[in-house]
T-cell receptor
Framework: DQQVKQNSPSLSVQEGRISILNCDYT??????FLWYKKYPAEGPTFLIS?????DKNEDGRFTVFLNKSAKHLSLHIVPSQPGDSAVYFC??????????FGKGTMLLVSP | DADVTQTPRNRITKTGKRIMLECSQT?????MYWYRQDPGLGLRLIYY???????NKGEISDGYSVSRQAQAKFSLSLESAIPNQTALYFC?????????????FGPGTRLLVL
């Protein structure tokens, strides 16, 4: 049973445009959501997070939106840059200090 | 210098061999985790530890064991490696006072079991 689902394995976007990465979850006990970025041959790096009591969190070019009623969150990257090309993982935390990850979405930003 | 280091970075071993992957951190975090990543499956939690005397099983602990030798060191062992344990293994750390649940990952160990 997948508690965190990233249904798009890949996404291609042109430089300067918006990238939207989606994530759905089934566990109502998640109280924090995080996005991680992973480059090849490196470990995942933390990107941005959002508490379940909020519906939006913004950090520079990155914004995460949370729709609790739909159990859906999305990561917006504006404007997209070629250096943003990576695999993006969505994760949920239920307060037990463990993270449940989705399968990831590979983003390719072309010049 | 990296805050979370993993050794070895790459390892090839044979079925039935015992192998240990090591993780060290200089972040001073009390919580440490081991994950594996398989193509198309994302990251799955193997074991985690909240302090030196605390060890907990994760989603996929069968075939693995861990040891928390010190606050800064957390090792993962495969007692008798099998080919379906071929994967990318990541160690991560987290500070217990971090209410954002942020975990910091090492660079990974690529393991191939023949």
């Amino acid at each position: 049973d997948q508690q965190v689902k990233q249904n798009s394995p890949s996404l291609s976007v042109q430089e300067g445009r918006i990238s939207i990465l989606n994530c759905d979850y089934t566990n109502s006990m998640f109280d924090y959501f995080l996005w991680y970025k992973k480059y090849p041959a490196e470990g995942p790096t933390f990107l941005i997070s959002i508490s379940s009591i909020k519906d939006k969190n913004e950090d520079g070019r990155f914004t995460v939106f949370l729709n609790k009623s739909a159990k859906h969150l999305s990561l917006h990257i504006v404007p997209s840059q070629p250096g943003d090309s990576a695999v993006y993982f969505c994760a949920g935390s239920s307060g037990y200090s463990t993270l449940t990850f989705g399968k990831g979405t590979m983003l390719l930003v072309s010049p | 210098d990296a805050d979370v280091t993993q050794t070895p970075r790459n390892r090839i071993t044979k079925t039935g061999k015992r192998i240990m992957l090591e993780c060290s951190q200089t972040k001073g975090h009390d919580r440490m985790y081991w994950y594996r990543q398989d193509p198309g499956l994302g990251l799955r939690l193997i074991y985690y530890s909240f302090d030196v005397k605390d060890i907990n099983k994760g989603e996929i602990s069968d075939g693995y064991s861990v040891s928390r030798q010190a606050q800064a060191k957390f090792s993962l062992s495969l007692e008798s490696a099998i080919p379906n344990q071929t994967a990318l293994y990541f160690c991560a750390t987290r500070a217990s006072g971090d209410d954002q649940e942020t975990q910091y990952f090492g660079p990974g160990t690529r393991l191939l079991v023949l």
